[in-house]
């Protein structure tokens, strides 16, 4: 049981790469996405309706 152990311990390491991998690819996508001059108008627009409907 100790060996199994042992052996597995690689395997969180692969798992946080893994993860982490695609938090970056996740990452790299929203700043693709929300360089695009549509997003930009819908987030501009949806925050000043926020700030006038608050206001």
């Known amino acids: 049981?100790?060996?199994a152990?042992?052996?597995d311990g690689g395997a969180a390491?692969?798992?946080y790469a893994?993860?982490?991998m695609a938090a970056?690819?996740?990452?790299?996508?929203l700043?693709?996405?929300l360089r695009s001059a549509e997003v930009r108008g819908i987030l501009t627009?949806?925050?000043q309706r926020a700030l006038t409907?608050?206001?």
């Open 1 to 3: 049981m100790e060996r």
């Open 45 to 47: 627009d949806l925050v």
């Open 24 to 29: 970056v690819g996740f990452a790299g996508l």
């Open 13 to 15: 390491t692969a798992e």
């Open 5 to 7: 152990r042992r052996e």
């Open 31 to 33: 700043v693709v996405i």
């Open 53 to 55: 409907f608050a206001g």
């Open 18 to 20: 893994i993860a982490t």
